[in-house]
């Protein structure tokens, strides 16, 4: 197969990642770019020359059409972006849109929908989904080798819900096998006005979320989470009714304790010939030539984004969102303050008496 022709829209970290990526795999050819700064431009033409850059994408779209194009844009941008270039580019063969899909899981919806529409390779580089410990954690927990997976605690500092928690959470999801969720609670605090890749998130936050059948996940995320393993920015623990199984984000190797490994075990798996934005670009390569399709992880990470948006609509409003999110309708603000003394007035109902 001749190379395919790949443009990127936005030069940021995702971006650069996906150029990166496209510039070591021997099924593409980077040939645009676009940003709206310029200086981000010249920078990009220096670090791959002949590399054709533009502060506008519908103008690359026009001028320079593609075989695929990675939009890696911040979320609110992405809905549009994605859907210009679906106009713009008839004969366009595959699709990459970073994660989170959207800002919403509305415009989320929309972006995979269209896509679909079109029945185009798609991905969204969901990282833990291409790496070997991951993968083997989930085929193990999957297989019942720590029993029935009842609660997924995740500890990550100097991140937040959006941009890091969308990997983890779509790593639960992808752990339950898509499993629909029940609710999502969080509370976020933002004493310290943080902002990260173009968007406000939290200074602190705990997110807790549960499925249709009751496996909990609980993410502490935010500026300074103290991570009870000592040397360690990221932490997954999953535990089960036979077992648990601890490993730590983007790191190789995982520790599993159940029947076999009575004592804890430290496995290492090898890692993947391919593994982050390179693995899900030849992923798409594959799916053109072959004509398959496999929207498997668009759709987990789309169920990812909802449980995002899900917790920061829960801080906002101080109530448990249930799930649609998209459905949900958030109630009057409450006049009720557990924690302090009831008046015997106002209502209510007394806990002692419920079964």
Known sequence: MNKLTA???????????????LHLSEKYELVAAADLRPEVCEKLKQKYPGLRT????TEMFEDCPTDVV?????????????LDALAALPQLKGIVVEKPLGDTVASGRRILSEIQKRNLPMAVPHGLLVKATPLEIIERVQRGEIGELKLVEIQNKYWD???????WLNFFVALTRNETMDYVMCICES????????MQVETTAVTYGQTKSGVRVVMNTGDDVFVNREGKDTLFR????????EFWGWESGYLIQNAEYPESQLIVPEELPESGHLAH???IARMIETGERDYSIPESSLLALEIVEGAYISSRTRSKVAFPVDSFEAPAEPDWNPGAAY???GGGRDGRKLV
């Open 238 to 245: 999953l535990i089960g009714t036979k077992g648990q199984i």
């Open 191 to 198: 004493s310290t006005r943080t902002y990260r890749d173009g």
């Open 161 to 167: 819900i959006i941009n890091a928690g969308i990997h």
């Open 7 to 21: 443009a990127v829209v936005g030069g940021g970290a995702g971006g650069q990642l996906s150029m990166n990526a």
């Open 281 to 283: 670009l030849n992923n």
């Open 70 to 82: 990675c939009v890696s844009t911040f979320p609110p941008s992405h809905e549009a972006v994605t």
């Open 54 to 57: 533009y502060t506008s994408h």
């Open 343 to 345: 008046s015997g007035s």
